[in-house]
Nanobody, 116 residues
Framework: QVQLVESGGGLVQAGNSLRLSCTASGLTFSRYAMGWFRQARGKEREFVARISASSGSTVYADCVKGRFTISRDNDKNTVYLQMNSLKPEDTATYYC?????????WGQGTQVTVSS
């Protein structure tokens, strides 16, 4: 059974930082691309960042480019999202996902709230 468990969310003031973690089990982690998505209240889920399985290449949404960094540690089966210079509009539930062709597995999410 595949599980993705996010952690690291919380309440933070604008301008500060948070690091989210997502630990996977039940799959060969190094073979999966990993992604972060978020969903704000009343809005659709949106893409935040992804990292490839092999080369570790990364892609970011324009709204987080230069502020967020995605990384992975295949030895720990964990993907991270370092979030700097947080803004109130970053407030959302953040989800990690794993996939090869499409996002097959999803975590339950961790809440990030940025106060102004």
């Amino acid at each position: 059974q595949v599980q993705l468990v996010e952690s690291g969310g919380g309440l933070v003031q604008a301008g500060n930082s948070l690091r989210l973690s997502c630990t996977a089990s039940g799959l060969t982690f190094s073979r999966y691309a990993m992604g972060w998505f978020r969903q704000a209240r009343g809005k659709e889920r949106e893409f935040v960042a992804r990292i490839s399985a092999s080369s570790g290449s990364t892609v970011y949404a324009d709204c987080v480019k230069g502020r967020f960094t995605i990384s992975r540690d295949n030895d720990k089966n964990t993907v991270y999202l370092q979030m700097n210079s947080l803004k109130p509009e970053d407030t959302a539930t953040y989800y990690c996902a794993a996939g090869m062709a499409g996002w097959r597995y999803w975590g339950q999410g961790t809440q990030v709230t940025v106060s102004s």
